[in-house]
């Protein structure tokens, strides 16, 4: 038997109008997380919830593990509406941790291995964490912090969880009311924190996901992502309580690793960023893998352009998907029978997810063909940021739009194509030039295998745009703007600089670390 505890949404910067509309138009299932993955538990007991590692897991065998810790949280203290951070790898201590807190009722603030005691601080501090889970790595890190930071009374070690009975009887809670914190990756000072509700990150983005499901398919979702990232929040939360599908995961990416997991699981769904197919692509192994499970590829979180695209449909004979989405609340994908010339674009928008509209500076609409800020609205948007209003104001209209930051156009068949954002410009004599339009006109070079183009302070100009390139054979600064200048790209457009590399170096949310490009270019 369960009792209810309401959450109270006060703080939900969306009219309470939208959501009971959305909800009456079916967008919402009107139940928590942990009430959504309780009822796969059910119907499936013996259903494969999750391969790792370790090795693998039913539904029915998650659920005893995830009912001990959350009886050991409340055995703590933590109660509903407090929020537990963690910062885990991949693998089933996160999902764990995710669905033991929302069984409290508590909120979640995954996020990635690998931030530094800076960030951790600012987000144990400015989320109100009362408890962190961590694994053994980060243990005495996040033990220091405790005793900076008088909220945080608990850290519990995956090594030694604090456990309670199997038997505990979860919280029922507010569907509109808090349910998880998604950590931006984004350009200000600070990550920023993004409240989202149970059913905005379930059913909204549940919805972006049933999408890739094809006609009659079955979801066995590889994500290369780390969970704690944005795009990563689909997996314990929608491939696992939305859609009751089995979620493959491994501790850390590596591309060799990757394809050999591919063989021995099984999957039918791979979500990463492009450089991580990039890489799967490239690597000797790959040719004698066995991809003949794999039915999508959804590439997101960079810029997908269209050679990666067409090597993805060539390498892993399945359909490619571009995924266009942040943790601020936008997702826009292509579909699973949009033809290749459609795949660099981001799709339609999809009702159940979001609501898209490219706007001038003053948030009114512009027409198919012009360029504008992107901004969002639909089951997907979340309450609000957390801990700073000044993001509330700047980036959140009273009638619940989120702006991105984005710079988007329309097509007149719909489709939307993202061409930046509006701070990430390099300005150069006070020229502005965009990194991600330089960047797919670098990558059709036939010798580039992955591009990120970063600015360099100079003297004289201010910036420099810089190319960082992975290559096959040898490219000169001459061969990229020799290239450029017969395609057609402004010549002040034309990188000055040219950075040899390996491989790009990803951060801790699977993206592209353009803060290390700029100090590699800069040095």
């Not at 539904?59 to 929020?83: F, K, M």
């Not at 979180?301 to 067409?310: H, R, S, Y």
């Not at 992107?374 to 209003?389: C, K, L, T, W």
Request: hydrophobic share 40%; aromatic share 4%; proline share 7%.
């Amino acid at each position: 038997m369960e009792f209810r505890v309401t959450v109270v949404a006060s703080g939900d910067l969306v009219p309470a109008e939208l959501r009971a509309r959305w909800a009456a138009q079916g967008y919402y299932a009107g139940q928590g997380i942990y009430q959504l993955f309780a009822a796969h538990v059910r119907s499936t007991p013996d259903r494969t919830a999750i391969i790792d590692d370790d090795g693998e897991l039913t539904y029915a065998e998650l659920d005893s593990q995830v009912r001990r810790w959350a009886a050991g949280l409340a055995g703590l203290g933590v109660t509903a509406g407090d929020t537990v951070a963690t910062q885990l790898p991949n693998g089933r201590h996160t999902c764990i941790a995710d669905l033991a807190v929302a069984a409290i009722g508590g909120v979640v603030l995954p996020y990635p291995v690998g931030r530094g005691v800076k960030e951790a601080r600012s987000l144990l501090t400015r989320s109100g964490a009362v408890a962190a889970i961590v694994d053994p790595t980060h243990a005495v890190q996040t033990q220091t912090l405790q005793r900076e930071i008088p909220g945080l009374r608990h850290v519990v070690v995956t090594s030694a969880p604090v456990l309670g009975e199997s038997d505990f009887q979860a919280v029922a809670v507010d569907p509109d009311g808090p349910a998880r914190m998604l950590v931006s990756s984004g350009s200000e000072s600070e990550p920023k924190l993004v409240l989202y509700s149970h059913n905005a990150l379930a059913c909204g983005r549940g919805a972006f996901v049933q999408r890739l499901i094809p006609p009659g398919g079955e979801l066995r979702a590889l994500f290369l992502l780390p969970l704690a990232s944005s795009f990563g929040s689909n997996g314990s939360t929608v491939t696992l309580a939305r859609h009751g599908g089995t979620l493959v995961l491994q501790s850390k990416f590596d591309a060799g690793a990757t394809l050999r997991l591919i063989s021995r699981a099984q999957p039918t769904h791979l979500i990463g960023v492009p450089t991580m197919f990039r890489m799967m692509i490239d690597h000797p192994d790959r040719p004698a893998t066995d991809l003949t499970s794999l039915r999508v590829v959804a590439p997101g979180g960079a810029q997908l352009d269209a050679p990666t695209a067409e090597a993805c449909r060539l390498a892993f004979d399945c359909a490619v998907v571009n995924v266009y989405g942040s943790a601020d609340g936008v997702n826009c994908h292509t579909a699973l029978d949009d033809p290749p010339s459609r795949v660099t674009s981001a799709g339609r928008p999809n009702p159940a997810v979001a609501e898209i509209v490219v706007a001038d500076d003053h948030l009114r609409p512009q027409p198919a063909g012009a360029v504008g800020e992107i901004i969002a609205r639909g089951p997907m948007s979340p309450m609000r940021y957390v801990g700073n209003e000044d993001l509330n104001a700047r980036y959140r209209t009273p009638d619940g739009w989120v702006r991105t930051g984005d710079l988007g156009v329309f097509d007149e068949d719909g489709y939307l194509t993202v061409v930046g954002r509006r701070k990430d410009v390099v300005i150069r004599g006070g020229a502005n030039i965009s990194p991600a339009e330089v960047e797919q006109a670098i990558s059709a070079h036939p010798a580039v295998r992955d591009v990120a183009c970063v600015g360099v302070p100079d003297p004289l100009m201010g910036e420099r745009l810089c190319a960082c390139v992975v290559a096959s054979g040898t490219l000169t600064l001459e061969d990229v703007t020799t290239f450029l200048g017969a395609h057609g790209l402004d010549r002040f457009k034309h990188p000055e600089r040219l950075l040899l590399l390996d491989s790009l170096p990803l951060n801790p949310a699977g993206k592209v670390a353009k803060d290390v490009l700029r100090a590699q270019a800069t040095a």
